[in-house]
């Protein structure tokens, strides 16, 4: 199903909403995990050109959600809203509140995106659209992605071809050794479904290093020194991903 306006696939089944590209503002937030015990989960937020919040580990403690002044809208217990309200700190927006679906999401770590314009926040769990809006419960350890892209209506005119983009997975081993190749493998996941395909022709760059992923998404970068490195997976029209590689001696 393609997405638009009345369908904004992972954050709200049945809502109206879209979103405007407006100028990044500030640097990614760095990922630390957040002080709290509970339900386990991850939230990384990308947004057109650079990533606005690295995945952040939080540890939800049930409470209530309210962002709009309005009593009756509440997100409870251990859900979407409560996850990215303590990764960002409390730094998003929520636009109109759907009974049974709750909040829709209209800006996050300074970037808006209002009903009026062409991008809306779409939300991906585990890899793959979600099904249910953020006030929805979540599941220990699942990672939560939201990323900008154009409204079924705004297609045509969507300025940097964010339809449908295919979501990034990559994937490295945890750790590797100075002067020998890291193996890189990128997925290409499909924006309707998460079915993956080979991401191939994916630009991956680490340490100063890049390498293009062949046919079949796979690519080989070598470090000279010791380090983390954070290598990221980039393409046109796609959400790009990243991964820290421990190098050593």
Known sequence: MKHSRIFAVGVFAAAAFSVLALP?????????????????????????????????????KAKTIEKDGKPADVCEGDSGAVALEDATHGHWTAGSFFSGLGYSVEGIEGV????????????????????????????AKEKLLFFPQCSKESAASCPQGMFDPAVLLIKAPATG?????????????????????????????????????????????????????TVVATAPGSVRDEITVKVTH
């Open 24 to 60: 990044l503002v500030g640097q990614a937030s760095s990922g630390k995990p957040a002080s709290s015990s509970g339900l386990q989960a991850s939230v990384r937020v990308e947004g057109l050109s650079k990533t606005l919040l690295t995945e952040t580990v939080v540890k939800t």
């Open 112 to 139: 808006s995106y209002p009903f009026s314009s062409s991008y809306y926040w779409s939300l991906w769990i585990d890899n793959k659209p979600a099904t249910t809006g953020i006030c929805a419960a979540l599941h």
């Open 177 to 229: 050794k100075t002067g020998k190749s890291v193996s890189v493998s990128v997925s290409a996941l499909a924006n309707s479904t998460g079915k993956p395909s080979a991401g191939a022709g994916v630009k991956v760059t680490g340490g100063g290093h890049s390498a293009t992923t062949d046919t079949s998404g796979k690519a080989k970068l070598a470090f000279a020194k010791a380090g983390k490195y």
